[in-house]
């Protein structure tokens, strides 16, 4: 079964670009989560996704944007980049619907450094 | 004060040694998770206990439901056990699958 796959897995932008990340989750898996991950502040929620419907959001700005498609794949946004942007993006699927004692499973991660 | 807390922060230990990590967290829960996090940055899930105590290989995870704290050992440790461990908490204001992470514990292990 293959796990969590997220592309790309290292990107370059300058500021004021935008970027699209994706990420498959397992399959059969419905639930897909986003965080950020910081040297400063750690892992922090984004997104979570089920069956096309975002159920929850994170304290980011407007900037930040998701979407999940109906094959359970799910993209994430960000609009005019900023130099704090540059961060791992991970995403995480489970089987759901969470009632948070599903288990995790999390891709590689995305690696954006802006410049 | 974060939901959830780690200790130590940092830890270094030499080959053989056992090794434990330490996560409270102040929030009602209903399972939590330990993880894995290698320099490359992909996040391997550890464990997820609700109550009790889980084995798996030289890893083993304990949980006390009543005093909100929960513990990661490591017996025999290797330098391949070097990563970052983060414990995480569902956020239970509503069904989700959203996590509460710690800020994680950095192991090094020499040989």
Redesign the interface.
């Known amino acids: 079964k293959a796990g969590v796959t997220q592309t790309p897995r290292y990107l370059i932008k300058t500021r004021g670009q935008q970027v699209t990340l994706s990420c498959s989750p397992i399959s059969g898996h419905r639930?897909v989560?986003w965080?950020q991950?910081t040297p400063g502040q750690?892992?922090q929620?984004l997104f979570?996704y089920?069956s096309e419907t975002q159920?929850?959001k994170?304290n980011f700005p407007g900037r930040f944007s998701g979407r999940q498609f109906s094959n359970s794949r799910s993209e994430m946004n960000v609009s005019t980049l900023e130099l704090g942007d540059s961060a791992?993006y991970?995403c995480?699927s489970?089987a759901?619907?969470?009632?948070?004692?599903?288990?995790?499973?999390?891709?590689?991660?995305t690696?954006l450094t802006v410049v | 004060k974060n939901e959830v807390e780690q200790s130590p922060q940092n830890l270094t230990a030499q080959e053989g040694e056992f090794i434990t990590i330490n996560c409270s967290y102040s929030v009602g829960i209903s399972a939590l998770h330990w993880l894995q996090q290698h320099p490359g940055g992909g996040i391997v899930s550890l464990f997820m206990l609700s109550s009790g105590k889980k084995k798996h290989g030289r890893l083993i995870a304990t949980i006390n439901i009543q005093e909100k704290h929960s513990s990661l050992h490591i017996t025999a440790s290797h330098p391949r056990d070097s990563a970052v461990y983060i414990c995480a908490v569902p956020y239970m204001s509503r069904p989700t699958d959203k996590l509460i992470f710690g800020t994680g514990t950095r192991l090094q292990v020499f040989p």
């Open positions: 639930s989560s965080y991950q750690g892992l929620f979570e089920f159920r929850n994170g791992l991970l995480a489970s759901g619907p969470g009632q948070g004692n599903t288990e995790a499973f999390f891709g590689q991660g690696r």
